[in-house]
């Protein structure tokens, strides 16, 4: 299956989010979930777009309110986890 995952990511030709990649093969995102976990642990995969993953903090003066933290922060969208190839490996 891991093989699978990868193999979906890599003809896709761009990023995928979780849903996606449960739409074309057929699995439950609960189920991918680990999976894809392993696969950015392990280094195979890479997440894309995640506020907060470039290692940069936000400016708490602009909002004028304590800073929670960009995971944490009211005005930033949760979006869902990109995945892609690493392109490293």
């Given at each position: ?10 003809e896709?030709?761009s990023?995928?989010n ?24 392990t280094?195979?995969l ?22 929670p933290?960009?995971?944490?922060c ?16």
């Amino acid at each position: 299956m891991l093989n699978k995952i990868l193999q979906t990511i890599e003809e896709s030709h761009s990023t995928l989010n979780i849903n996606q990649i449960s739409y074309q093969l057929s699995v439950e995102p609960a189920a991918l979930s680990g999976m894809l976990d392993y696969l950015v642990h392990t280094g195979k995969l890479v997440v894309d777009g995640m506020p907060g993953s470039d290692g940069g903090e936000c400016e708490s003066s602009r909002c004028g309110i304590a800073c929670p933290g960009v995971a944490n922060c009211p005005f930033v969208a949760k979006m869902p986890k990109m995945y892609q190839l690493n392109k490293d490996q």
